[in-house]
């Protein structure tokens, strides 16, 4: 499945997926192979974890908060991933990926609410200012990232000023806000509550 991992990329003819969507190696065509309900709960929780750049502990510890919180377990993670900073600032467009916005933000080229934040995983609440630091609006990356963001459709919980790079949190994400990449979240619920 396309997790646009590399960015531009992802956009273009070049991407792995489009050249060869099968598993590498001499058998990779040939070779079938049958999913258990393990084996869909464990690929869900990995496509997840890939696309927002977690690891194994760092994903597990989202789980557990998202279990802490009212209401569904799979739809609090999710939430609680889209809160992040470096996800927030590659949803605004300042980055052409969730790494790239990770980078931007753990080198301190990131302002929230007029603060430096050097940390990827903090998280956004409502009514925070997300913004780059001065310096980096001029940047060749950021210009290239906030051509291709303006073809995209915009997070409906940010309010995303381009001119000036900056955006606005208005509310807390909601499940239904997260279409990419399509997710099955009561899969992963599945798989952590064995």
């Not at 869909?40 to 557990?64: D, H, I, P, S, W």
């Not at 302002?111 to 940390?119: A, H, Q």
């Amino acid at each position: 499945m396309k997790l646009y991992l590399k960015g531009m990329r992802c956009f273009t003819e070049k991407c792995a997926i489009e050249r060869r969507n099968f598993p590498p190696g001499q058998h990779g065509q040939s070779r079938r192979v049958k999913l258990t309900a393990y084996g869909q709960q464990l690929r869900e929780k990995q496509k997840v974890k890939r696309a927002y750049g977690l690891l194994e502990r760092q994903f597990r510890n989202y789980f557990e908060r998202a279990e802490r919180i009212k209401g569904p377990t799979g739809e609090n993670l999710i939430v609680t991933l889209e809160r992040r900073l470096d996800n927030v600032v590659y949803r605004i467009g300042l980055a052409g990926s969730r790494p790239q916005a990770r980078q931007l933000v753990s080198h301190g080229h990131v302002r929230v609410n007029g603060r430096k934040v050097n940390i990827p995983s903090f998280l956004v609440a409502v009514g925070d200012e997300i913004a780059l630091k001065d310096k980096m609006r001029e940047n060749t990356m950021v210009l290239q990232a906030r051509d291709v963001s303006q073809s995209q459709l915009a997070a409906p919980w940010l309010e995303i000023d381009r001119e000036n790079q900056k955006a606005k949190v208005l509310a807390m994400p909601k499940r239904e806000d997260v279409q990419s990449p399509p997710i099955n979240e009561q899969l992963i619920v599945e798989l952590y509550s064995k």
